[in-house]
Nanobody, 125 residues
Framework: QVHLVESGGGLVQAGGSLSLSCAAS????????MGWFRQAPGKEREFVAV???????YYADSVKGRFTISRDNAKNTVYLQMNSLKPEDTAVYYC???????????????????WGQGTQVTVSS
């Protein structure tokens, strides 16, 4: 059974930084695109960023220039470095794995096969 486990969430002041990690097990990690999504209270879950098997990255406009996604295939881990955090970044952050990446559908939850349980990020003003 595949497991994705996020860590690194917490409470931070606006303007601060946090680094999230997502460790995968029982998954041929290098064959999957890995994405980050988030869900704020009362809102739909939304795409944040994705990193392809090749290392190519894509970001939501709302986080571009502030967040950086990266991966370490040797450690089966994907990271999300979040800088210049804003209160509107407050959400539960989820990582997800996609075996059939396409640019057209990379922001769609439906494309992702495996999901973590989420980690809470709270940004205070």
């Amino acid at each position: 059974q595949v497991h994705l486990v996020e860590s690194g969430g917490g409470l931070v002041q606006a303007g601060g930084s946090l680094s999230l990690s997502c460790a995968a097990s029982r998954l041929t990690f290098s064959l999957y695109a890995m994405g980050w999504f988030r869900q704020a209270p009362g809102k739909e879950r939304e795409f944040v960023a994705v990193i392809r098997r090749s290392g190519g990255t894509y970001y939501a406009d709302s986080v571009k220039g502030r967040f950086t996604i990266s991966r370490d295939n040797a450690k089966n881990t994907v990271y999300l470095q979040m800088n210049s955090l804003k209160p509107e970044d407050t959400a539960v952050y989820y990582c997800a794995a996609d075996h059939t990446f396409t640019i057209a559908t990379m922001a769609s939850e439906k494309e992702y096969t495996y999901w973590g349980q989420g980690t809470q990020v709270t940004v205070s003003s």
